[in-house]
């Protein structure tokens, strides 16, 4: 079994940072592309940022030069780094992966539980 635990969540006031953190446990042959998402109340839910299979990395243009997602590896965790948080930044973010859990397995695709962030204006 596979598991994405995020954390990191919270409440901040505007302009304030948070960092949220995804885990990736379990039965992990290799990890392709690992990313956020967020859904606000009544929209979408919405990819903000994605590190692709081939290390590049892309943002959504509302949080383009505010948020930046890094990759460890070798312990198979995405982080985003949220600065000068906005309140339409608030909703839930869910951690998401395209993963390979056996060598003879194809690709799966995995969400996290989700962890709440509120911005206060």
């Known amino acids: 079994q596979v598991q994405l635990v995020e954390s990191g969540g919270g409440l901040v006031q505007a302009g304030g940072s948070l960092r949220l953190s995804c885990a990736a446990s379990g039965s992990i042959f290799r990890i392709n592309a690992m990313g956020w998402y967020r859904q606000a109340p009544g929209k979408q839910r919405e990819l903000v940022a994605d590190y692709t299979s081939s290390g590049s990395t892309i943002y959504v243009d509302s949080v383009e030069g505010r948020f930046t997602i890094s990759r460890d590896n070798a312990k198979n965790t995405v982080y985003l780094q949220m600065n000068s948080l906005k309140p339409e930044d608030t909703g839930v973010y869910y951690c998401?992966?395209?993963?390979?859990?056996?060598?003879?397995?194809?690709?799966?695709?995995?969400w996290g539980q989700g962890t709440q962030v509120t911005v206060s204006s």
């Open positions: 998401n992966a395209d993963l390979i859990p056996n060598s003879d397995s194809p690709v799966y695709n995995y």
